[in-house]
Structure formats: structure tokens, C-alpha cells
């Protein structure tokens, strides 16, 4: 009996033995694959992640056209918006210190107008009036010189007429400084006094343009009653329009006269040159902006402005190197995107580029760690090229 019972322990004892050797053979098998797989993962390849080789079908239906990337010097700008506007001294509005009524007008928004051209005519009492007064005044003072005159011969004689001398003077004088003021507000208004004195009083007063220009605003009409005051035409002169520009203050100190300005209109016409022609002194609104003032330097496109358009701008600030490709070439993802450089006859390897602010003609600046010199840059059919590389890149079912 007692041989039996150690024949049954040494028998669990060599199964136990034997199943600790299995376990841990089986332990051993699991890590030694474990391994390999990490090894696998360890060693792929990924120098082909970003490369693309295309089929003879794809690169000839793609129809791909090659360049180079290009060194070229290229302007730092600072953008900003503005309007066209006209300086205050070529915007006239039209008006008369004299209340009356329209008796007559030619002048509508957008006529042409010459300097002096007659616009409109007004009935004005307060203009006849003041015609009037003129007349009597310088007939009582014909008689006042006279008066003046017998008085200072009675006072040479007559110590007593001493004083009625000097009253007589003083009415001249009085008389005298009336009419100097007549005279100067019926210039004003227009008429002379070689006029009057020749033609008599005349009951219309003239409306008369003070520039050459364009009318803008005609907001009257025949038989309209017109204030004193009250504004009858707005007429503007086009010869000498700017832009006014908004910069904010990251940019001010950036701002100096002469720079280059490239502006580009809402119409979608072609950018045109300008250049700054003065500064501000002082940041406005709380906005924290500065105004800036720039010229059109062609005349002929300058005459093709229409105040109080907004547009666009560029002020180039300074010159500096800069990468630049064909816009084309760019596969743009925001801010940033890829070009594609070919290797090989049907290679092509995908680079990551940082689009900057450079721009000249058609090309682009990119920012790229990578010295491109000499490699065939895709100029066409680069977004082609992306959409199979993308294609590539999709899972595959299963």
C-alpha cells in the first residue's frame, strides 16, 4: 500500500513537472512570435509613403508638364482696405446765401460741367433788394459828397458850422461803407456793379458751376422754393482722386512714403499701380488703425475711378529672396499643401510646402526646408497626381 501512494505522488509530481514545461514552452512560442511581429513593424519601409509611381495609361491621359522652381526677388506686403476719394478742395456744392425759386436749370447727376457754366437761375427778392439799396445808396452818396464839400467851405468861413461839417462827413462815411458792403455781397452772388449801374436791376440770380467736373446731386426743379443756404447741385472734379487707405497698427510703423501700392478693385480688373503720397501722424478709432494716402500713378487709369469705391491693397514694404512656383503646381490645403517633384521616369515623390506671402505674376512663394535646385517640378497636372496618390491611400475592402 505504501508503494502505491509513492508511485501516485511521483506521478503528479512528473505531471506537474511536465505541464511547467509546457507552459512554459507555449510562453516562449507567444513572446517569440510577439517578437517578430514588432520586429516586422520595426523594419518597414517608409520611403515609399510620399512617393507615387504612375502607369504609362495614368501619366499620359494626366498629360503632365514639368519646370523648375525659381529664386526670385520678391516684396513683403502689408494688406489693407480702402475707398476712393476725392480732397475736399475738387468737391463743390452749390448754394446760394439768397432764398428764391428755380426759373431755370440744365444741370442733371453725371452732365459734365466747365468752370464758370451756367446750371440754374433763381427769382430771389432778397437779390433785388439788395440791388435796390445799392442804387439809392450810391445816389444819396453822390449828394453826401456834395454836402461834404459846401460844409467844409462853410466851416473855413464859419466857426459855427464846424459842426454840421462833421455830421455831413460822418453820413458820407456811413453811406460810403454801406455801399462797400452792397457791392461786396452782390459779388458774391455774382453781378457786378458795372452791371448793375449799365443794365439795372436784374431779378434772377445765376447758379454757376465753381469747378470743372461732373454733377453729382441736382435735387431741385423748376418752380422749387430754395433757402437760403439750402445745397442746389454737388459737383466734383475727377482730375485728382486718391485712395484712402486703412492699416492697422501691427503694420504702421511698416508705412513710408513712395512705397509701391498694388490695388485691385471689386470689379475684377487687373491690379494698378500706385504709390504713397502721405502718412498719418496718429492711430484713429479704437480700431487702433492708420490712415494712408496713395496716388494712381497712370492718369488715364486714374480717370477711370469712381469715388467712394472700396478696394483692396498691397503696400510692398521691402525686397527680399523667395522660393516661388507656378500657383498650379501647388495642391493647396489652406495655408499649406504639396508639390510633387519627379524622381524617375514615372516617379514622382509628394513634398509638403508652406505657402507664403510672396507673390509675382502667376507664381506663388512656398517656405520648404528642402534644397530644390535642378529637380523637375509638376507645373501641371499636380492635383491629378494628388487625386491618385488619394486613391492609394484608401483602405481596401474586404
Known amino acids: 500500500m505504501s508503494t ?79 475707398i476712393v476719394e476725392l480732397p475736399p478742395e475738387n468737391q463743390a456744392t452749390l448754394s446760394l446765401p439768397v432764398s428764391g425759386k428755380i426759373s431755370y436749370m440744365k444741370g442733371i447727376p453725371g452732365q459734365a460741367v466747365h468752370k464758370g457754366e451756367l446750371l440754374a437761375t433763381l427769382e430771389s427778392f432778397e437779390f433785388i433788394q439788395l440791388q435796390q439799396d445799392y442804387l439809392q445808396n450810391a445816389s444819396q452818396l ?72 461732373y454733377i453729382t446731386a441736382a435735387d431741385v426743379n423748376l418752380g422749387k422754393e430754395v433757402a437760403a443756404g439750402q445745397p442746389i447741385f454737388e459737383v466734383v472734379d475727377k482730375t485728382d482722386m486718391h485712395i484712402s487707405l486703412t492699416v492697422f497698427e501691427q503694420d504702421a510703423s511698416k508705412m513710408k512714403k513712395d512705397q509701391v501700392v498694388m490695388v485691385q478693385f471689386n470689379d475684377g480688373s487687373k491690379p494698378v499701380q500706385a504709390h504713397v503720397i502721405m502718412v498719418g501722424k496718429v492711430l484713429e478709432g479704437e480700431t487702433r488703425t492708420l490712415n494712408v494716402h496713395a496716388h494712381i500713378n497712370d492718369r488715364v487709369q486714374e480717370a477711370k475711378l469712381v469715388p467712394g469705391a472700396y478696394i483692396n491693397a498691397k503696400i510692398q514694404t521691402g525686397n527680399r529672396p523667395a522660393i516661388m512656383v507656378p500657383a498650379a503646381s501647388i495642391v493647396r490645403k489652406g495655408a499649406t499643401g504639396f508639390i510633387y517633384i519627379k524622381e524617375k521616369s514615372k516617379d514622382f515623390r509628394r513634398i509638403p510646402v508652406q505657402i507664403g506671402t510672396g507673390a509675382k505674376e502667376d507664381l506663388v512663394e512656398i517656405i520648404i526646408d528642402k534644397n530644390l535646385d535642378g529637380q523637375q517640378l509638376v507645373v501641371k497636372g499636380a492635383y491629378l497626381i494628388d487625386a491618385e496618390f488619394a486613391k492609394r491611400s484608401e483602405p481596401v475592402a474586404e
Open 142 to 213: 453822390i449828394y453826401q459828397e456834395k454836402e461834404l464839400e459846401r460844409q467844409r467851405t462853410l466851416s473855413t468861413e464859419n466857426v459855427g458850422a464846424r459842426k454840421n461839417f462833421e455830421l455831413a462827413q460822418a453820413n458820407q462815411r456811413s453811406t460810403k461803407a454801406l455801399l462797400q458792403s452792397l457791392e461786396a455781397k452782390l459779388k458774391i452772388l455774382g453781378l457786378s456793379i458795372t452791371t448793375l449801374n449799365t443794365k439795372g436791376i436784374t431779378p434772377s440770380v445765376r447758379v454757376v458751376s465753381s469747378v470743372n467736373g
Open 4 to 82: 502505491l501512494k509513492n508511485i501516485t505522488r511521483k506521478g503528479l509530481l512528473y505531471t506537474g513537472l511536465i505541464s511547467s514545461i509546457c507552459f512554459a514552452g507555449i510562453s516562449c512560442e507567444t513572446k517569440t512570435e510577439e517578437a517578430e511581429v514588432d520586429k516586422k513593424k520595426t523594419v518597414v519601409d517608409t520611403s515609399q509613403i510620399d512617393q507615387i509611381t504612375l502607369t504609362q495609361q495614368q501619366y499620359s491621359s494626366i498629360g503632365i508638364q514639368l519646370g523648375q522652381v525659381k529664386n526670385e526677388t520678391v516684396s513683403d506686403e502689408v494688406k489693407a482696405n480702402g
